[in-house]
């Protein structure tokens, strides 16, 4: 299992590849919010490209909305439920 600041990092890495952020992974905050006011802006679309790269490259299912609100507020949250299913 990798260490959590190295996830948290290709967490970071991921979102800026696959959403095609105008940001470095640099620049994203572990406790962020993703959605929302203060946040990075992120979209519905967005959302659903991001359940889709993380299904893909950890293996984590985010099955309803009430499971993709919780997960996908911020990078610290991301990170949280890939370590809980072990997917790491």
């Not at 696959?18 to 905050?29: H, P, V």
């Not at 519905?44 to 996908?72: C, M």
Request: aromatic share 2%.
């Amino acid at each position: 299992m990798e260490d959590q600041n190295e996830l948290k990092q290709r967490i970071k890495e991921l979102m800026v590849e696959n959403l095609m952020l105008q940001i470095s992974a640099g620049e994203i905050k572990d406790e962020q919010p993703l959605f929302g006011p203060g946040s990075l802006g992120l979209d519905s679309v967005d959302a659903l490209q991001l359940v889709v790269a993380l299904d893909k490259n950890y293996g984590l299912k985010i099955p309803t909305p009430a499971d993709a609100k919780q997960i996908l507020q911020s990078v610290n949250t991301i990170a949280a439920a890939i370590q809980a299913k072990g997917a790491t």
